[in-house]
């Protein structure tokens, strides 16, 4: 029987020594079946200069903490990686990184220096990823032109900190089917600058204290969604665009002089869907904006919820909510534009709600002129009777009497209650801010072997401890 126990508790310590085995050679092997690259580690910038000239295509070349003082040219496929705490300084002119090769990854890098009119990160090819690195005392953060379907994210970008003239954050030019998502930029002249680049995507970034936070000119199919500005002239400054999806954006409290939520200027053929604009001096301001649908979208608080400007025509305008607006809507003469779809138009809450019926409709039209607003077009001394008493009695007026013009608006359907709008994506616990360097398919792979090679020693013991 003892011959019978000793052959178990035998059986037992060989087979625990051969899980810890196991466990050792996926941990020390599994890093690098994961990644499926060749790590080298370098702490000196002329040790760093010297290993990208010799680097192999697809190798991994890690940083250790440190400053390194210089300009990068990366010419060849390779993924450059810091530790925390590595620091890349840009000589005073130039740029600091420059990346001419293809499927280049830069991450976990601080980026700083560089000239008045350069990027932290120059980059002329296609498909590079740039991810996870923060930028300072620069004046543009990341710089792509001509290279196509380039990745930037999970990026914490500002400008110079002195009060100077100041880049921007991301800037593309001619540079299509770029990702940009989850980044935080601020204090920049343009969170996002994209020109003459289509068929990209601007996602879940946070954007503070810019002139502009996204800007857009002379692009097309381009998706702007789920974005947070706020505390900038205008949220988004979409120019000269066409066939834009707009969608989910947050864009508060900018507050400026003629700034806005969203300034849509010259664009055409776009969709701009469940937005919400709230706190700013104009939610939506639309100049030679035309052939746009807006629709369930969030007017509130704004001191003009909506300014049609001149030559903003034939934009299909309904199901959208007007709350506690200064103003709710305004419009330049001549433009005509539909404010019903399939028989349903916009709730407004300054309407008096009439519905002898009791359906889903008030039974009056909305109506909203403001002769006084096209008034101070012309007379802009007359805005210091802006909310008084006789202008607020002159407006009410408006609504119920028929006086001849051509920049009333009617909405012939409007609605009892609010549009359904869902604005779950308000709630998100998602942390823009938030880095991380290791993919969560990798932290699971690694867990589930530890967890298993830990069940697997305890019931080895419990079966030796039994015995």
């Known amino acids: 029987m003892n011959k019978v126990n000793k052959t178990e508790n035998k059986w037992g310590e060989d087979m625990r020594g051969k899980v810890l085995l196991f466990l050792l050679l996926f941990l020390c092997l599994g890093s690098q079946l994961v990644h499926g690259e060749q790590l080298q580690s370098v702490s000196s910038f002329d040790e760093l200069v010297e290993r990208i000239v010799t680097a192999q295509p697809g190798e991994t070349i890690t940083l250790e903490a440190g400053e390194y003082h210089g300009q990068l040219l990366i010419n060849k496929e390779i993924t450059l990686q810091g530790k925390d705490g590595t620091h890349i300084i840009g000589p005073s002119s130039g740029y600091p990184i420059i990346i001419e090769a293809e499927n280049v990854t830069i991450k976990n890098l601080h980026i700083e220096g560089g000239g008045t009119q350069n990027a932290g990160i120059y980059i002329k090819s296609n498909r590079n990823k740039i991810i996870n690195n923060s930028f300072k005392n620069v004046f543009h953060g990341i710089y792509i032109k001509d290279g196509y379907g380039n990745e930037i994210a999970n990026n914490t970008i500002t400008s110079f900190s002195k009060d100077v003239h100041k880049g921007f954050g991301i800037y593309l030019v001619n540079a299509p089917q770029t990702k940009i998502s989850n980044n935080y930029l601020y204090d920049l002249q343009d969170g996002i600058y994209v020109s003459y680049s289509d068929y990209g995507e601007v996602t879940n970034n946070l954007i503070e204290n810019a002139r502009y936070g996204i800007h857009t000119m002379d692009s097309k199919n381009v998706v702007i969604s789920k974005n947070e500005v706020r505390k900038s002239h205008n949220g988004l400054m979409i120019m000269q665009s066409s066939d834009l999806f707009i969608t989910e954006n947050i864009l508060h409290m900018n507050t400026t002089i003629d700034g806005a939520g969203m300034f849509i200027y010259d664009t055409f053929d776009s969709v701009i869907k469940v937005n919400v604009m709230k706190g700013n001096f104009k939610g939506i301001f639309f100049e030679n904006a035309q052939r746009n649908t807006v629709e369930f979208n969030t007017f509130q608080q704004n001191d003009i919820g909506f300014d049609l400007g001149k030559a903003s025509k034939s934009n299909l305008i309904y199901l959208n909510n007007f709350n506690k607006n200064t103003k709710q809507i305004i419009s330049a003469s001549g433009n005509k534009n539909l404010f019903s779809r399939d028989g349903y138009g916009n709730y407004w809450d300054d309407q008096r709600s009439i519905n002898l ?111």
């Open 357 to 467: 019926n009791g359906d889903e409709f008030i039974d009056f039209p909305y109506k909203s002129g403001d002769i006084f607003f096209n008034m101070t077009n012309k007379e802009p001394l007359l805005q210091v009777f802006f909310q008084s008493p006789a202008v607020y009695l002159w407006n009410k007026i408006e609504q119920f009497t028929p006086i001849p013009a051509d920049h009333f608006i009617i909405d012939e359907h409007t609605l009892v209650s609010p549009a359904p709008i869902k604005l779950d994506f308000l709630n998100s616990t998602n942390d823009r801010k938030s880095k991380t360097s290791h993919s969560l398919l990798q932290i699971l792979f690694f867990s589930s072997i530890v967890c298993f090679s830990g069940f697997l020693l305890w019931k080895t013991r419990r079966k030796k401890s039994e015995n």
